[in-house]
């Protein structure tokens, strides 16, 4: 038995699992006898497996499993770490990431001294870029502007959200919900993150000064596939989980909503869309170049204005494969839109008061 079981699913992480491994075996003020480290393997196809088994003849003190998912979603894996861990506590981490040295034992202090008020509990993901195109990306990520306000990349103080990533949790707390639901492919941890809170009654805490780095994706065609599918599976977890939502969320749908204006005009006067067309083009192309030069450097900028547009044009556009397949989500967007005339009528009534 151990105290925490940490979970990481692998896939094809031969460039990334060395680098993860060694911030992991730097972990300061922890008994390394009481955790375990589950590497969950989804069949990699290159040297995954083979650098795991030699990191775990290494061993740096854990306890080591490498575990099989045969399946190789994500659900899937963690729902394996989670059967076959030992610890009390579950800490999910990501290959595509590196810790700092206290960040195992902050993580378990933080949530360990609040399980009864915490059903997860996490820190603030950081981007970092490892080459040209990823260095670019991750400056996207890390503007609201470009990808929204998204609290566990942009929280400065100690707060209760709505989700985070990768988290840790009390495994009683993922056992009583059944843990993952392996009908999610992607956005699996929102999901997962809005049944915990409705079902434990407990809060999702997140804590700023505590960070994990994050490696994105380092070229478009990767950025592309990776934002069409969180569209995609974002627009699911909008449909079984109205109040999920958040007000970023609102883009596909005023995307949505432009694009049948846009028809409905061209149907009526060809002239006027095209004038209309070209002053919405003008006005992403001024928003693009604030972006661009306020945010990247120089040598930055051709790239910026390709992967700025290729992440939110994915993610809009896996949005509307999600309307198609499961849904439009009505409800959620209907209460989005209230609680946004609620919210602005308030403040409105507050200026006038003043």
């Given at each position: 038995m151990h105290?925490?079981?940490?979970?990481?699913?692998?896939y094809n992480e031969e460039k990334f699992i060395e680098a993860f491994y060694h911030s992991l075996a730097q972990q300061q003020n922890l008994d390394r006898e009481q955790v375990e480290v589950l590497?969950?393997?989804?069949?990699?196809?290159?040297?995954?497996?083979?650098?795991?088994?030699?990191l775990q003849r290494e061993n740096e003190g854990f306890a080591i499993k490498i575990l099989h998912n045969e399946k190789r979603y994500i659900s899937s894996a963690l729902n394996i770490g989670l059967k076959e861990s030992t610890g009390t506590y579950i800490i999910r981490l990501d290959v595509h990431s590196t810790i700092p040295c206290d960040y195992i034992s902050r993580i378990y202090k933080g949530l360990a001294e609040h399980?009864?008020?915490?059903?997860?509990?996490?820190?603030r993901t950081v981007a970092k870029g490892y080459d040209k195109t990823s260095k670019v990306v991750a400056k996207a990520l890390s503007t609201k502007w470009v990808i929204g306000g998204a609290q566990f990349r942009f929280a400065t103080t100690k707060m209760e959200v709505d989700s985070l990533f990768p988290g840790?949790?009390?495994?009683?707390?993922?056992?009583?919900?059944?843990?993952?639901?392996?009908?999610?492919?992607?956005?699996?941890?929102a999901e997962l993150n809005y049944r915990l809170r409705k079902a434990t009654d407990?809060?999702?805490?997140?804590?700023?000064?505590?960070v994990i780095n994050y490696f994105p994706r380092n070229t478009v065609g990767k950025l592309g596939k990776q934002y069409f599918n969180y569209g995609y599976w974002r627009t699911k977890t909008a449909n079984k989980h109205e109040q999920s939502m958040r007000f970023s969320h609102l883009?596909?749908?005023?995307?949505?909503?432009?694009?049948?204006?846009?028809?409905?005009?061209?149907?009526l006067s060809v002239n006027v869309f095209s004038y209309l067309l070209i002053?919405?083009?003008?006005?992403?192309?001024?928003?693009?170049?604030?972006m661009t030069i306020s945010e990247f450097e120089k040598e930055e900028i051709p790239l910026a204005v390709v992967v700025i547009p290729v992440i939110q044009s994915a993610w809009i556009l896996g949005a509307f494969k999600g309307y198609l397949v499961f849904g439009f989500p009505i409800k959620g967007y209907t209460r989005l839109l209230k609680d946004l005339v609620v919210s602005k009528w308030k403040i409105k009534v507050k200026g006038i008061a003043s």
């Open positions: 105290t925490i079981s940490i979970v990481v699913p692998v590497f969950i393997d989804g069949n990699s196809e290159d040297q995954t497996l083979s650098k795991l088994q030699a399980a009864s008020e915490y059903c997860n509990f996490g820190g840790a949790w009390l495994k009683q707390d993922l056992l009583t919900v059944g843990g993952w639901d392996e009908g999610w492919i992607i956005n699996e941890d407990k809060k999702i805490m997140l804590d700023p000064d505590i883009l596909p749908f005023f995307a949505l909503c432009a694009l049948l204006f846009a028809t409905g005009l061209a149907l002053g919405a083009g003008v006005c992403y192309l001024l928003y693009l170049t604030a």
